[in-house]
């Protein structure tokens, strides 16, 4: 059931709590802080029915920093944790947060198992590439090559797209920011809160101590434009400096590939429509990494099913229909399948 809350308009300072923010100072976890702090009261929700789950690892200590109620639970388990609250207070609202090594390592089976139950919580994972908390191991997502204490040498693993493997789980929303860009962010969040369902917000996020500049070949001032794409749900896709490229299907192929406005009578009639209902493309897009495609950011996929606790309630409130309703206690005990011992 819903609380009772305060009709008082809050701010995003009613969102801060007197805890101190223990972050290594640069952390790219500030400006994802400050964006949901400023997201939640321009989506009128309540202190009271806002939860905040987190597992292990730096980012999980944003439930101490959100006036709200939190869990910071154990390293991988927070979607196992979320879905429990969310089954027995379906009214609340429930945000996962997760780090790369959380949510993809020791965590990557139970993310797989909420996005493809589609439980309704809101997912945000912080993908820095690096294990921060535990002094800066090679993660799931780091790039091949990637030095740490783990990896001396350099990692020869193929990273993880957090983007591919949640499409492949059958999530229903998948989307992808950065943590600079504030705006940007809180247009995500309200989205992901939006959608009836399992949401995953991944976030490209900087660590300055053990991966710093990680993401400068996409986040870059001087390439950015080049090294991005913002799509759209409806709109073609363009990008570049000059916003004369733009992406389409090669033709007779089942392969994006870009193409320049105006070369080869390429026009905009030419390029691909984001269409957020699109598995099939959105995959592809997912997939995307410079230097040969430029990384797409924005909502990727978007396509709503009743969620996992719907049905379940549903299916609850109609078993209790059928059986009616029962006074005897020995009588139910006995009821069903019995067998005596003699």
């Not at 009214?91 to 993310?111: E, K, P, Y």
């Not at 993660?139 to 797209?161: D, I, L, W």
């Not at 995959?283 to 049905?311: H, K, N, R």
Request: include cysteine; charge should be negative.
């Amino acid at each position: 059931m819903n609380v009772v809350a305060s009709s008082e308009k809050l701010t995003a300072k009613d969102f801060a709590t007197d805890q101190e923010v223990r972050w290594c100072p640069g952390c790219g976890d500030y400006a994802i802080l400050k964006a949901m702090q400023r997201t939640l009261p321009e989506m009128g929700v309540t202190k009271e029915n806002t939860v905040f789950v987190s597992g292990i690892g730096c980012a999980a200590r944003f439930p101490y920093y959100m006036e709200t109620y939190g869990f910071h639970t154990i390293h991988g388990r927070a979607p196992a944790v979320a879905t429990g609250l969310k089954l027995a207070n379906p009214d609340l609202d429930v945000w996962v947060v997760t780090g790369d090594g959380d949510a993809l390592s020791i965590g990557g089976n139970h993310l797989l198992h909420v996005l493809r139950r589609n439980v309704d919580l809101q997912i945000l994972l912080f993908n820095n590439r690096i294990y921060g908390l535990t002094k800066g191991q090679y993660s799931p997502t780091s790039p091949v090559g990637t030095k740490s204490p783990s990896t001396p040498v350099g990692s020869v693993e193929n990273p993880v797209s957090a983007g591919v493997f949640a499409l492949g789980a059958s999530a229903r929303f998948f989307a992808r920011g950065i943590d600079t860009q504030a705006k940007q962010l809180v247009d995500l969040f309200k989205r992901s809160h939006e959608h009836k369902g399992a949401s995953l917000v991944e976030i490209l996020q900087n660590c300055i101590v053990y991966n710093d500049d990680v993401h400068k070949h996409i986040t870059d001032k001087a390439i950015a434009k080049d090294s991005q794409i913002i799509v759209q749900n409806g709109e073609p896709l363009i990008f570049g400096k000059d916003a004369d490229k733009g992406i389409r299907i090669k033709p007779g192929q089942l392969e994006l590939e870009i193409v320049t406005l105006g070369e080869n009578g390429v026009t905009e009639a030419d390029l691909l429509v984001h269409d957020e209902t699109n598995r099939t493309v959105a995959t592809m897009l997912a997939a995307m990494e410079p230097p040969t495609m430029p990384v797409a950011i924005g909502i990727v996929y978007c396509d709503p099913t009743p969620s996992y606790e719907q049905s379940v309630v549903t299916q609850l409130e109609n078993a209790k229909k059928q059986a009616g309703k029962v006074n005897d206690i020995n009588a139910l005990l006995r009821s069903g399948t019995t067998w005596e011992v003699s």
